[in-house]
């Protein structure tokens, strides 16, 4: 089990019936996304094509800011608005798709844009995974 | 003029027709809300009746990360992506409403609490009028 | 006054006799930095000229994320710790400094690395007054 | 090998003879503790206790944004400058170290304390550990 599950393990009032591997998975895969696609923006500025990774850096930057924030939000269970958490983890799904079909049209070039356009699509899929699991 | 605005006015490339006031006003109302909601989390802590205000901590704490991550998306010009910063701002101006709703409700007793759901009303009207400016 | 003097003016405990000007211009200095920050590097990613500018975006976000994280602890006052305050407002001087001779070096060549620059040291200057304030 | 360290290979440009495995722990380390921590302030808010652990929940505040901006910092490698890397790190080391003895006081009580105060230890040392090796 990751770090995110044993904490949620540890959480002291009820956690209302949400599916706790899936969960897990969901804010595991936006903290990974996030450091990857940060590193991501900083191997694609030490390229010597940086100037054609340009709209790649932009999207990369986008995603780890909004992966973060997510798995933020999606790491606290007090006072849960379902409202906030859907149109959050929605905004995470569309970011993690246009970084992931970014960083696929380079992966052929550059391994770090192969590996985050993995993470990126492993993270929109862990959230649609939730966003399904929270009815 | 705000930093913001300056900040706009110094970028190189083609801004695409959006409405620069429009935009400009609503990068500062997220990055204001982003204080406001940090410090409210943090004067509600410092509250005798913390116990009661533990909903209005949290919501405090998820509409000041959004709120960051949407003035960053918008600070944000190159490789533009329509879809990703739409539902972002969705995102935000749904925290801003479920922040400003629950600060409301303690607005008659925390003057933090009073600011902070008119900073989380601007940002959210900031984050609407920019949406419908993006068309 | 701006917003973070109007939210230190709303704190229900002590605030310790801290120089309540101080404390507020330096929050409010950091905001503006790390918004200023992230759009000189968006900015920089759409110049002509990127490859001249990767050690100038790189540290435009690394001090945009200092500046911001610095900007949030500032704005907490409940369970002041004295040691992890003055270390974070050290890093965030540090990065102010190295960012805003980096961007001096682009100044005469581009607005934004004007302006950044600008923001930077006064960034810096408002981490120095507050730590001399906090003795 | 966990993420960070995948990341780390595929980075195009050279490293400057860092300790690879020292740096990927400290990015990894850096990342959890930000996730552990901003969960304990929230596991912390849903207590009944929560008024004896308003200090808790504002250390690790400040520790989850202290590290999250730690980990981004340390996964960039482009224009690497040795004075902001280093002041960051001992910033964070302390706050590790100042949230690490916080949550030690309640880990008898509160299990997610006893986590979190692991976590931020692991992460000082690492932080240390990273220290000494950039020499």
Redesign the interface.
Known sequence: MG??G???N????DLGGVDRQVLANC??AC??C???C??????C????A??EL??????N??C???C??T???L?????Y?A??TR??L??CA??CR?CGDECGLHAHM???CR??AE?CRRCAQSCNELLAALG
């Open positions: 770090h995110a044993v904490m949620l540890t959480y002291p009032a804010i595991e903290f990974d996030a450091q990857t940060t590193a991501c923006a900083d191997a500025l030490s390229e010597h940086v100037a340009v709209r790649c850096v932009r999207t930057l986008d780890a800011d909004i973060a924030t798995g933020r939000v790491s606290r269970h007090t006072g608005d409202n906030l149109a959050q929605e905004a569309q970011a246009s550059h391994e770090h590996v985050c993470a």
